[in-house]
Structures are given as C-alpha cells and as structure tokens.
C-alpha cells in the first residue's frame, strides 16, 4: 500500500447482516461511541438496518453477519450475501456456533412448536440452528454474546490495514491473570469455565466475582473432563454442568463433546 | 535530626517498634517513592498501592493447597502472617500489557516514538525470600545480553523492602530450591516480625546505601542479642515447616533425559492448557508483540503482553503449530523451568514459591511431577495405564 492521494478515493463498503439473533452484536457496533465517528469516515456503510433505512446493493467489501441459520430461507439468503462480499466475517455466539437457539438441536423441533406457538402450522423452521460457517466460507470470527467492541474494531481496523486481527484463541484465564483479578476458581470456591473459554471479553465476570461462563465459546486446545471434575467436586451436579455448557455455545464441537461426556441425559 | 535517628551503613541492624512502623511509609514517600506491596482485596492477599500501613493484611492469613487458596483471620495482628499469593511483583517490573512504541505516519514515511518511562520509582514492601531470588531469575532475563529498556528503568530505580518469612505454606518450597525463607542479599530493607514474646516489633537490616539512606530516617534503636536469636529462631522454624519439597540432585539431567516419559502423558490428562501456572509464576517472562493500527491508518502502536508456552498460538512457527499436543505443551514449560533454564541463564528457573500449585485450576503440583519422574520407570504402573 502506499499513500499515494491519486488511489482510488473510495472507502470500503461494509454490510451487517442479521440472520437468527437478538441484534446485540451488531448493536455493539453502535455502541463503539467514542470511535463511531471514525468507524463512518473509514468505511462506507452501505447496509445496516439497524442504524439506517437506506440500503445499497452489493458488492461490499466486508461483511459483518449475525445470527445463526433456522430457516430455509436464510439458508440461501446467506449465500447470496456470500457472493455479494469480498470478507465476511461472523460475529457473536449466533454466527459462530449456533446460539442459544441451537438448543433445538438437542431436542424435536415439534415438540417446542407446540409448547411455544399457539398455532404451530404457521411456523416455517428448521430442525436446526447452525452457525454460518456451516454454509457459505467464513474469513473470519468474532466470538462473544455478545462481541466484544475492542475486538471489532480491532478487527476493523485489521481489515483496512490489511493485516490479521489481534484476537487470540486461548483462555479466559489469561485475561484475569493480566488484569490482575484473584482466581475466583480458586480463591473462592466459585465454578468458572475460563479455564476452557476463548479469551476475548477482557475476563469482565471474574473481575465482579462470578465465575466465566462460556459465552465466548471453546478455546483452541480444550481438556474440559479435569475441569469438570473439578468442578463435581465444588458440588456441581452433572445435569448442572450440562447446562453450564449447553448456554450460549451448546453446539460447538468442543462444548458439546464436554457436556455429552457427562452423561447427564440431554437438556431436561 | 530527631533522637534515636542515626546514620546507618550496609549491614547494620536495629529494631522498628510495631507503633514507629507507619515511619517506613512517610520515609519512602518523602523520598518520592510509589509504594506497593501486600494488601487483601477479592479474597486473597494481593499486590497493590498502599497509602500506610492500614493497608497492609493486618491479622490476616491465607491457607493454600494444591489448586485452593482461602484466606483466614489471625489470633494476632501480624502485618507479614502470611505467604505469597496470586501476584508477583513482575506485574510491576515486566507489567501485563505494555506500549512500546508509537508510530506517526508522515508525508511518504512515519516517525516511531519509544514510550518514556519516566513513573515514580517502586518501593516493593513486603518482598519475601524466593521473590527476591525471582526478581533476580528475571534480571538475568531482562537485562542480559539485550537488555530491556522498560525493564531496566524500572528495575533501576525500584526498592527492594524484604521480607523474611515467618511461617510456610502448604505449597512453598524455597529451602528446597535454596531460596528462603530467610533474605540473604538482593534487598535495599530486610524486615524480620518479631511478634513476641516482648513487644511486637521488626528486626530491620541494612542490605544497600539506598536502604542505608532509608533506614537513617527511621527511629530505629539498637537490635539486642535476644532480638538476633529470635530473628534467627524465626526463620529457622519456618525452615523446617515446609509444605513441599523438591529434590534438585542432577535436576537438569532428569529433565533433558526423559523427554519420553510416560509421566508426561499422564499430567497432560489433566492440563487444563489454561496457562495460569505461567501468569502466576514470578520468573516466566514469555510475552508476546502485537500491532495495533488506528482506524485512519495515521498512526500504529506496539504493544506486548504477557503470553505462555502453553498457548498453542504461541508455539506458532511459520504458521505451524509446533508444540500441539498438551503433553508437549507441559513437558516444554517444566523442562524449561527446571531443566534448560540452567543452561539459557545459569540458575533455575523455579524458586519454589509454590504458586502454580496453588493457582492451578485442577491442583497440578510440580513437585509430585518431578518425584514421578525421578521415579524408576516401571517401579509404578501409572494409574489407567498408558491410553
């Protein structure tokens, strides 16, 4: 790259797209305050309808997609904003691993129909929530329920200058052990999953005293049954266990597996 | 000058009263310096700033195990009845997160501008033995053949207020790795509680001409035979209270030669890959350097933080993962503490403080690994057999 004046004047068009989600993630984009004055002057946002009502037609440059896949219908949608994008990257537990909806897929989609709708026929939906990456090719992923704003914009900043994002994949534990937090694992008896979670949210929970739990997914190189039977040992039954796994992130293979190895019998 | 304030040299010793020590606080602040050391905050006894000596864990203690640390009042009101906890005072010397530079884009090119280190100097107050000795494993890291920059200014203009210690934890072995828990040098202050029998009251020793200066501030009178036996009593017991202990006869050796011990597979089974043992350790300096660029693209920083052989982005080479497997994860950062680290900077890498069988999630004791290891192979099949 150079900072030759006479290039292209044109800023990169970003979209953010929301599929099966509750709008947080890409609310943190709103939420970047202090940098959204510089997030506008460096990109040109093209679609984002929960900031504007003007829509632009592909192609973008970036995407940014939340939410995760449950019906057919976004099943192809995602496809098309596939090949209308030249980098797309996910954002949240939805996008990346299923969402709290992907607890549909421990159980018979029928069955919540009818507990949930008063009328389930008018309900057109998938057996399944999945994550994006399930569909189309995914650049990148931002983890969290919901994201984290200093990842985004760390990953924005990233993807004007053309390099990779800083956003590491290990654990929780190393965010607490750098902003100081005593262990609440440790000191206070408290179940914690930081120990198996993907760092990233600056390890908030611990620092007010609760224990992680999850929400930014498996780190890279989980060994969760020691942790588990740690945590057996605090007085964690393991039908409470499962469902510390099976929140935000129940469909990612490394928390699945965890809570499977359980035994426990299925959300219940 | 007033009375009992005399000029003091290298070696000398007197005795503080515990109701002169607030005396130590408004040495070291007169002297411009930023105090920091031991004080309870979340359940356990951390390392933060401290105004006087309210601040300080009075009558407070801390019980440790293997993966559990609790903290419990006293019967007394110690100011230093208690053993390491979760921090170390790299988090001063060698901090988490630290900006190395800044860059400034200009015209066609961009202008790099190194962080000042221009903080108030450090008074560490409260400094026990194997943290002396960690400080000391870390000079040898910082300020060897390339030195730091950030490291040394604030190396350099940091006191060292020792502290020997009067009792030991379950997971401290110091006297193993010959340590503690008495302060032999290292220290500008070193600081003995004596909580009886007489009054309470702290044997100070003149360890440098900074602490010489310090002490000649203070209303110290003399130090009595009876004040040197007890000091010499003290230590002596927490000696022989040791809650671990680590044989290092040919410890290098036990480490470079069994790189394929079946010993390795079985902690791994129980590695969390969680990297607290490392963040927790006072001596592990592994950090990493990443770039930061503004939105506009006018400006990019470099920042570094702590990181950890127990990362699988951080045995990243070339894009490949080089240590993949947790059991090499592990058997990298022990043979390293213990092993290579003689080699790399010709003392150990362990201190035995004890801390990363403390902070361990899941209890991993270092020293029950090392005895497996030193074990004959065969005298114990190991438990589940060998997956």
């Known amino acids: 790259m150079s900072g030759n004046s006479e290039m292209s004047p044109r800023r990169p068009r970003l979209a953010v797209w929301k599929l099966a989600s509750c709008d947080g993630c890409q609310l943190t984009l709103l939420d970047c305050e202090d940098e959204l004055l510089a997030v506008a002057g460096a990109v040109d946002i093209a679609y984002f309808r929960e900031a504007t009502s003007a829509a632009v037609d592909g192609p973008y440059d970036l995407s940014l997609v939340e939410g995760s896949i449950t019906t057919a219908a976004d099943a192809r949608r995602i496809r098309e904003v596939r090949a209308a994008t030249t980098t797309l990257v996910t954002i949240g537990a939805c996008a990346t691993a299923g969402g709290v909806q992907a607890l549909r897929n421990l159980g018979d989609i029928d069955d919540f129909k009818k507990a949930v709708y008063a009328r389930p026929e008018f309900i057109s939906t998938l057996a399944t929530s ?99 039977t740690e945590l057996q040992q605090l007085g964690l039954s393991p039908p409470q266990l499962e469902r510390l796994l099976r929140t935000f992130n129940a469909e990612a293979p490394a928390f699945r597996a965890a809570a499977e190895s359980l035994g426990a019998g299925g959300e219940k | 000058m007033p009375e009992g304030i005399s000029r003091q040299g290298v070696g000398d010793t007197g005795i503080l009263s515990r109701n002169d020590f607030p005396s130590l606080f408004s040495a070291l602040k007169g002297r411009g310096y930023r105090v920091v050391g031991p004080t309870v905050r979340d359940g356990a006894i951390v390392y933060g700033d401290l105004e006087g000596d309210a601040d300080l864990p009075v009558g407070w203690t801390d019980r440790q195990e293997a993966g559990r640390y609790r903290l419990e009042r006293r019967g007394d009101d110690a100011l230093f009845g208690y053993n390491v906890g979760p921090h170390s005072w790299k988090k001063y010397l060698f901090p988490p997160h630290e900006r190395l530079w800044t860059a400034h884009r200009k015209e066609e090119s961009f202008e790099v501008t190194i962080e000042p280190n221009e903080a108030p100097p450090f008074a560490f107050l409260g400094v026990r033995a194997c943290e002396v000795a960690a400080i000391e494993v870390q000079d040898r890291v910082f300020l060897g053949k390339y030195p730091d920059p950030g490291y040394r200014a604030r190396r350099g203009r940091s006191l060292v207020i020792g502290v020997a210690c009067g009792q030991a934890g379950a997971t401290c072995f110091c006297t193993s790795m010959g340590t503690g828990p008495g302060l032999s040098e290292g220290y500008d ?112 920083e470099r920042w570094r933080r702590w990181d950890s ?73 190991p438990p589940g057999g060998l997956a």
């Open chain 1, 130 to 228: 999945t994550p994006i990456r399930d569909h189309v090719p995914v650049d990148f992923e931002l983890r969290g329920c919901p994201i984290s704003k200093r990842q985004l914009l760390e990953t924005l900043s990233a993807f004007l200058a053309r390099r990779t994002p800083n956003v590491p994949t290990e654990s929780v534990c190393l965010e607490c052990k750098r902003r100081g937090n005593v262990c609440v694992l440790v000191a206070h008896g408290t179940p914690c999953l930081g120990p198996v979670t993907q760092a990233g949210c600056g390890a908030i929970c611990p620092a007010f005293h609760r224990g992680c739990y999850g929400c930014f997914g498996p780190q890279d190189t989980v060994n969760a049954p020691p942790l588990l």
């Open chain 2, 189 to 300: 202050l070193g600081i003995t509680e004596i909580l009886s029998p007489g009054p309470h009251r702290f044997l100070v020793r003149v360890g440098s001409p900074r602490g010489a200066e310090l002490a000649s501030d203070l209303p110290l009178t003399p130090a009595v035979t009876a004040d040197h036996g007890r000091g010499k009593e003290i230590i002596e017991r927490t000696a022989a209270s040791m809650g671990r202990s680590m044989t290092t006869d040919g410890l290098r050796e036990l480490m470079v030669d069994n790189l394929a011990h079946p010993r390795w597979e079985i902690v791994a089974r129980r590695c969390l890959s969680c990297a607290n043992c490392t963040l927790a350790c006072p001596t592990c300096f592994c950090s990493t350097n990443e770039e930061m660029t503004a939105l506009d693209a006018t400006s990019a």
């Open chain 2, 309 to 381: 052989c127990f990362n699988l982005g951080f045995t990243e080479l070339h894009s490949a993962k080089v240590r993949s497997s947790g059991m090499s994860r592990y058997r990298q950062w022990l043979t390293h503490k213990l092993g290579t680290w003689h080699d790399q900077f010709g003392v150990s890498g362990c201190v035995g403080c004890g801390r990363c069988i403390t902070w361990c999630p899941v209890g991993i004791d270092l020293t029950e690994e090392v005895a497996a290891i030193r074990e004959p192979q065969g005298a114990r099949p």
